[in-house]
T-cell receptor, first 112, second 114 residues
Framework: QQQVKQSPQSLIVQKGGISIINCAYE??????FPWYQQFPGKGPALLIA?????SEKKEGRFTISFNKSAKQFSLHIMDSQPGDSATYFC???????????FGTGTKLQVIP | DAGVIQSPRHEVTEMGQEVTLRCKPI?????LFWYRQTMMRGLELLIY????????DSGMPEDRFSAKMPNASFSTLKIQPSEPRDSAVYFC????????????FGSGTRLTVV
């Protein structure tokens, strides 16, 4: 029940295309959903996050879409660039609770 | 701020040896987390501290693993004795508010046990 399922495991997108990563969760107590971006040789870094009281959050080319009834959320990267090539992790947590549950990660490669 | 600092960056050791990984969190952060990352299992939380006190160590795989936080600016993760299956990247992360507004991760220690 604590798991966050993430897909796809890997993704190749042409420069300028849209990258879409999907996540699903079971625990309805989760109320905060961050996304992390990890470059090779580095630790994950917080990219963008959403709370379930909104259906979408946009920051630049990055958008989170949230479907509370389906218990699903996704990350869209518009106009994908080679510099976006990284591993992306979705995550979920409960506000006031310290543990964050991470998805298994999606390795994104944006090719010129 | 220099961020979360981990050392060493790479460690190669022989099976049975003791390994100590080190972490310096961001000054002022009151939560510290140790994670292990492998291809098979992704990011696993091993243990976390609040104000230097271990709060949850349920993710520590077995008694060979131990972690300490003697003060607010230093933590260690020790594996004794090490085994090849311990090979992974170990991350330390710190946070001011726990999981809510994001962790700051260090660059990790890549451990190889041969």
């Amino acid at each position: 029940q604590q798991q966050v399922k993430q897909s796809p495991q890997s993704l190749i997108v042409q420069k300028g295309g849209i990258s879409i990563i999907n996540c699903a969760y079971e625990n309805t107590a989760f109320d905060y959903f961050p996304w992390y971006q990890q470059f090779p040789g580095k630790g994950p870094a917080l990219l963008i996050a959403i709370r379930p009281d909104v259906s979408e959050k946009k920051e630049g080319r990055f958008t989170i879409s949230f479907n509370k009834s389906a218990k699903q959320f996704s990350l869209h990267i518009m106009d994908s660039q080679p510099g976006d090539s990284a591993t992306y992790f979705c995550a979920a947590t409960i506000r006031g609770y310290q543990k964050v549950t991470f998805g298994t990660g999606t390795k994104l490669q944006v090719i010129p | 701020d220099a961020g979360v600092i981990q050392s060493p960056r790479h460690e190669v050791t022989e099976m049975g040896q003791e390994v100590t990984l080190r972490c310096k969190p961001i000054s002022g952060h009151d939560y510290l987390f140790w994670y292990r990352q492998t291809m098979m299992r992704g990011l696993e939380l091993l243990i976390y501290f609040n104000n230097n006190v271990p709060i949850d160590d349920s993710g520590m795989p077995e008694d060979r693993f131990s972690a300490k936080m003697p003060n607010a600016s230093f933590s260690t993760l020790k594996i004794q004795p090490s085994e090849p299956r311990d090979s992974a990247v170990y991350f330390c992360a710190s946070s001011l508010t726990g999981g809510i507004y994001g962790y700051t991760f260090g660059s990790g220690t890549r451990l190889t046990v041969v």
